[in-house]
């Protein structure tokens, strides 16, 4: 019987430590880690959260689009109206060309950019996201080729665009972008080729590092407009 | 049986007061190493109720599994192979049987 109650009690001490335990845990599961949910439930949310973000903004895009045309008839009406207005307006269209601000096509070449082909019997970690230095040579070459418009994955290259690495994505205009990396470049096709193709080029550059790459000449390439705006918060134009 | 879930309620009360927290990355080991303990208790109960309760190995059964479920989940994830299965479905069986064999126990007594 002595024996018995002492079994008893051995039970009791082990149950209570395994409940400290279980109470710890669920403290710390409740608590910060994963906002209290479980993984699964947790990657449902961020889904369904990613779904509904992308609808969002698809549907921003459009609203973006009613309110250009919106403006463009504004402006043409106006234009119509008086000479002042009409002058204005063809020099509006002119900085928004200069700016990045319209769509515009032309001849010009475009170069597909992308991972290495998997081949089994060389493997290869290379991954070009992140090798956004040599995109950046890759536009610099083209803007020194004379290039008069530039786009990667259809974000148009400004002044202000960036390229850089973040996370497994290359953000270009704060958009991350994925390869394969379609990047086109309007201007003298034979030059634009002739500038990315040359021995020891950027071209070959990649090709030897084992990427992917086709320069294509083409007598009609079409390259989208900027989509976003610009704000100057702290450059002030100098009056002299 | 009762001795079991009162020692478990109090543990539960007493966790909930003292201020010890685990790092969150941990967390998957321990509910590891929570399912081997359960089990573990589970098996002394058993024992008891069978007559062939032995202190020591139930003392060390329950550290020794709660460490291996704990080492074994840990070390799978530095191997990028999820071993903790071995452990979730090693203990999980193993639960359900002492359980079912309590439970029968239980039964004939009444």
């Given at each position: 019987m002595k024996k018995k109650s002492k079994n008893y009690l051995l039970i009791g001490i082990i149950s209570m430590i395994?409940?400290?335990?279980?109470?710890?845990?669920?403290?710390?599961?409740?608590?910060?880690?994963?906002?209290?949910?479980?993984?699964f439930t947790?990657?449902?949310?961020?889904?369904?959260?990613?779904?509904?973000?992308?609808?969002?903004?698809?549907?921003?895009?459009?609203?973006?689009?009613?309110?250009q045309t919106k403006l463009n008839e504004i402006e043409s009406d106006a234009s119509r109206d008086n000479y002042l207005i009409k002058n204005l307006t063809n020099e509006l269209e002119e900085y928004k060309l200069l700016g990045g601000f319209l769509d515009v096509n032309g001849e010009g070449i475009q170069i597909i950019l992308d991972n290495p082909v998997n081949d089994i019997s060389k493997s290869s970690?290379?991954?070009?996201?992140?090798?956004?230095?040599?995109?950046?040579?890759?536009?610099?070459?083209?803007?020194?080729?004379?290039a008069e418009a530039i786009s990667i994955n259809d974000e148009r290259i400004i002044s202000i665009s960036e390229i850089r690495t973040a996370g497994n994505a290359v953000v270009i205009n704060k958009v991350p972008q994925y390869p394969p990396f379609i990047i086109k470049a309007i201007g003298s096709k034979t030059t634009l080729e002739g500038a990315v193709n040359q021995r020891f080029g950027i071209v070959s550059t990649l090709r030897e590092m084992g990427y992917f790459v086709e320069v294509k000449k083409n007598d009609q390439i079409e390259i989208l407009k900027y989509n976003g705006i610009i704000e100057f918060n702290y450059a002030k134009t100098l009056k002299n | 049986m009762i001795i079991a879930i009162?020692?478990?309620?109090?543990?539960?009360?007493?966790?909930?007061?003292?201020?010890?927290?685990?790092?969150?990355?941990?967390?998957?080991y321990f509910?590891?190493?929570?399912?081997?303990?359960?089990?573990?208790?589970?098996?002394?109960?058993?024992?008891?109720?069978?007559?062939?309760?032995?202190?020591?190995?139930?003392?060390?059964?329950?550290?020794?599994?709660?460490?291996?479920?704990?080492?074994?989940?840990?070390?799978?994830?530095?191997?990028?192979?999820?071993?903790?299965?071995?452990?979730?479905?090693?203990?999980?069986?193993r639960l359900f049987n002492n359980f079912s064999i309590i439970r029968r126990h239980m039964l004939k007594r009444i």
């Amino acid at each position: 019987m002595k024996k018995k109650s002492k079994n008893y009690l051995l039970i009791g001490i082990i149950s209570m430590i395994l409940g400290i335990i279980i109470s710890v845990q669920f403290r710390v599961v409740q608590g910060n880690f994963l906002e209290g949910s479980n993984p699964f439930t947790r990657l449902q949310e961020l889904n369904n959260a990613y779904t509904s973000v992308l609808a969002e903004r698809d549907v921003l895009l459009s609203e973006i689009d009613e309110y250009q045309t919106k403006l463009n008839e504004i402006e043409s009406d106006a234009s119509r109206d008086n000479y002042l207005i009409k002058n204005l307006t063809n020099e509006l269209e002119e900085y928004k060309l200069l700016g990045g601000f319209l769509d515009v096509n032309g001849e010009g070449i475009q170069i597909i950019l992308d991972n290495p082909v998997n081949d089994i019997s060389k493997s290869s970690d290379a991954n070009i996201i992140y090798e956004y230095d040599l995109i950046n040579i890759l536009v610099n070459e083209l803007n020194a080729a004379g290039a008069e418009a530039i786009s990667i994955n259809d974000e148009r290259i400004i002044s202000i665009s960036e390229i850089r690495t973040a996370g497994n994505a290359v953000v270009i205009n704060k958009v991350p972008q994925y390869p394969p990396f379609i990047i086109k470049a309007i201007g003298s096709k034979t030059t634009l080729e002739g500038a990315v193709n040359q021995r020891f080029g950027i071209v070959s550059t990649l090709r030897e590092m084992g990427y992917f790459v086709e320069v294509k000449k083409n007598d009609q390439i079409e390259i989208l407009k900027y989509n976003g705006i610009i704000e100057f918060n702290y450059a002030k134009t100098l009056k002299n | 049986m009762i001795i079991a879930i009162i020692g478990i309620i109090l543990g539960v009360i007493v966790g909930y007061y003292i201020p010890i927290t685990a790092s969150g990355v941990f967390s998957i080991y321990f509910s590891v190493a929570i399912l081997a303990a359960i089990d573990s208790l589970f098996g002394g109960i058993r024992a008891n109720l069978e007559e062939r309760f032995d202190s020591i190995i139930f003392i060390s059964g329950f550290f020794g599994n709660s460490i291996l479920a704990f080492a074994l989940a840990y070390i799978g994830d530095q191997l990028g192979v999820p071993l903790y299965y071995a452990a979730v479905f090693a203990f999980g069986t193993r639960l359900f049987n002492n359980f079912s064999i309590i439970r029968r126990h239980m039964l004939k007594r009444i």
